[in-house]
């Protein structure tokens, strides 16, 4: 019964966001007429740049504001330096004397404090971050900018690339981030934006008086301070066309713990909001259904994740105590087809209708980033082994939470 | 105070339900029609079954070359497979099923009385193996290896044939199959020539409990290959064709 439960809930999801990508979908095209907003009617933007021993990337981000296509003396970079203990101090020395660049520097304090301290100094209309692992496509700022062209418009998020692929593991990543887009431009249309992402979101000044600084929040300070923009029914729109590339993780390890961070944050934000928003209609779609329905899923997920290792481990331990019974043989396999054979369960056949949603889904995330559809080894990752994977870290994050067992942030 | 989407829901739900109630119909079409497939294979069985028992009872003096063999154990072995599958798939306790079982271990039954009256007037010396398994996983925890084995034991030798039954399925045959061969409730159990056997008995175990098999063995490996055989007639052919021109 609660397989069946959780199936329905998971396919609902999924058909409920595509049918919202559909009844909307003629407004992709749109956002590009709003980028050519006149000169003088451009925001005055402060860009934070919180670095915590970047040594290798800080200049790549940097570079990448630099050159955005946006008006100089409308463009202000804070970089605060949160108590590095590598070469970052040094490398950021070349731009000390730079016009619109602004060196600020810390006793370490977690990215939190870097980014109330840039607070003090920033003098933007709209201000934003941009973490040091990540750059910017030239038109990004256009685009954010022209998103605060509605005065209603609070934050404007971007979408975010993977910039790196060069493993598999980046490859697989580059194919959920595709799938993120996707699920961004939804919330962002149901008003249900719940992360406002620290690569390049960006803020009107007075966010910050109406809700406060940014919060420690179970090191997910990206998260925290959008709830508090929700419950104070603040605008937050996405921008799917501002670009963001940020660099993933190559490694398991270092995914593992990025995930960890992410679904902890999660889940103890949820803990501390679910009173202000779960099932409460004046947060509208995001409490009465987006924030119930990701923290399920992530329960889901994990339900399913284990499930499919179970039952593999118990398919292998059989097959194996069946070679010790008959002694190993390799048997060519043969090729008859036999429908008989085939497995067509009910949740089978659920989880094959999922599939060819999640497909759909991921064509929809392609169309809004313009990008083309093509079988790559980490769609063939994503869709045959991430899963088991993933699972991994959403039981681990889940543990953590369950104890409050805060994990690393590297 | 934010709007929420109430048409799109509504939508949404009676998509996710037709999707829902779709896949059940599909689940329950196909199963229905594997049911029909295992039926009708099992009705044709029956009419060969009956066939050779009326040419077995008709013609006493028939030959053994004529008789031959049965030829039923490959079929049998097939739903046999496809009964296994759906034992795993779907409830077991079906009734549906179960009355397709029941009636599966009656042909098993009579193949292997058939078998055996004709292994007694061709005076042959046919391996049978009469294999007992329980479902509960409590009962029997290697029968699923023993399944293994057995199939392993087939596909090496053909000629052996091993006749599989539930030892609780509720139907008088079985039963008495049990009592006449004196079985215990012991899981694994394989009947041998006579000799009852407990536990998981491996290919090694059986080739030493059974040494025809070697004799099977070493049959097979001192006459030619069939394909060798083939390959030399065509040899033959071209050379005899050769010769005529």
Redesign the interface.
């Known amino acids: 019964m609660v397989v069946y439960a959780l199936l329905y809930l998971s396919l609902f999801f999924e058909v409920f966001v595509l049918l919202v990508f559909l009844e909307r979908r003629h407004e992709i095209s749109l956002t590009k007429k709003k980028v050519a907003l006149p000169k003088n009617q451009l925001p005055f933007a402060t860009v934070m740049i919180p670095v915590f021993n970047e040594e290798k990337t800080v200049v790549k981000t940097i570079s990448s504001l630099l050159n955005l296509a946006y008006p100089k003396d409308k463009l202000e970079i804070l970089v605060i330096d949160d108590g590095s203990t590598d070469n970052t101090q040094r490398v950021l020395a070349q731009y000390k004397n730079h016009p619109q660049i602004r060196l600020l520097s810390k006793k370490n304090g977690g990215k939190f404090t870097a980014l109330n301290y840039g607070l003090q100094y920033a003098k933007g209309d709209i201000i934003g971050c941009l973490d040091a692992d990540s750059y910017v496509e030239q038109d990004a700022l256009l685009h954010i900018a022209a998103g605060f062209e509605d005065k209603e418009t609070m934050a404007v998020i971007p979408a975010i690339k993977i910039g790196n692929a060069e493993t598999i593991l980046q490859h697989t990543q580059a194919v959920e981030y595709t799938l993120s887009i996707f699920i961004r431009k939804v919330f962002s249309w149901l008003g249900s934006v719940f992360v406002t992402p620290g690569p390049f979101s960006f803020f009107r000044k007075e966010v910050y008086e109406l809700v406060g600084p940014y919060r420690h929040a179970h090191n997910t300070e990206d998260l925290e301070i959008c709830l508090r923009m929700q419950e104070k029914h603040l605008k937050i729109v996405n921008a799917h066309d501002a670009v963001v590339y940020t660099i993933s993780p190559r490694t398991l390890k270092t995914l593992y713990k990025q995930r960890v961070r992410w679904i902890y944050g999660f889940l103890r934000n949820m803990k501390d909001y679910y009173r202000s928003f779960f099932f409460r209609s004046q947060h509208g779609n995001l409490g009465f259904f987006i924030l119930p329905i990701s923290t399920i899923s992530i329960y889901s997920a994990i339900y399913f994740g284990i499930s499919l290792v179970i039952n593999t481990a118990i398919k292998v331990w059989t097959r194996v105590g069946e070679y010790v019974a008959t002694g190993f043989y390799f048997n060519i396999p043969s090729f008859d087809f036999n429908w008989f054979y085939i497995n067509t369960s009910t949740p089978v056949i659920i989880g094959f209708a999922m599939i060819a949603l999640v497909f759909c889904m991921l064509l929809a995330g392609l169309t809004i980033a313009k990008e083309k559809f093509r079988i790559s080894r980490g769609l063939l990752f994503y869709t045959f082994v991430y899963g088991f994977i993933a699972t991994y870290w959403l039981l681990s994050a889940s543990i953590k939470a369950l104890l409050a067992k805060k994990p690393a942030w590297r | ?5 109430w048409r ?2 509504i ?3 009676v ?2 339900s037709t ?2 109630a779709l ?2 119909g ?2 329950n079409t ?2 229905q029609k ?1 049911l029909e ?1 295992i039926r009708s294979i099992e009705s044709k069985i029956a009419v060969d079954i009956l066939s050779i028992e009326t040419q077995f009872s008709l013609l006493e003096d028939l030959s053994c070359s004529d008789i031959g063999s049965t030829f039923l154990s490959k079929e049998l072995a097939s739903i046999g497979s ?1 009964l296994q ?1 759906m034992e795993r ?2 409830d077991p306790n079906d009734p549906e099923f179960l009355n397709l079982k029941k009636y599966y271990s009656l042909l098993l039954i009579k193949d292997q009385l058939l078998t055996k009256q004709v292994a007694e007037k061709c005076n042959t010396d046919t391996i049978t193996i009469l294999y007992f398994y329980s479902n509960k996983e409590e009962d029997c925890e ?1 029968c ?3 399944g ?2 057995l199939t ?1 034991l087939q ?1 090496l030798y053909p000629e052996v044939r091993v006749y599989p039954f539930d030892y609780y399925l509720d139907t008088p045959a079985v039963e008495a199959l049990v009592s006449v061969h004196n079985v215990d409730p012991e899981f694994p159990a394989l009947k041998i020539k006579n000799q009852n056997y407990y536990g ?1 008995k ?3 175990d059986l080739e030493e409990l059974i040494p025809e098999l070697e004799e099977l063995k070493k049959a097979r490996e001192d006459s030619p290959r069939q394909d060798e055989v083939e390959a030399g007639a065509a040899k033959l052919e071209s050379a005899t064709s050769t010769e005529e021109n």
Not at chain 2, 1 to 5: E, G, P, S, T, V
């Open positions: 105070m934010k709007r929420i989407a799109t829901y939508i949404a739900f998509i996710t999707i829902f896949a059940f599909l689940s196909l199963n594997r497939e496809q599958f798939e779907r290697d699923g290896k023993q293994a084995v392993r596909e998981l491996t290919l090694t």
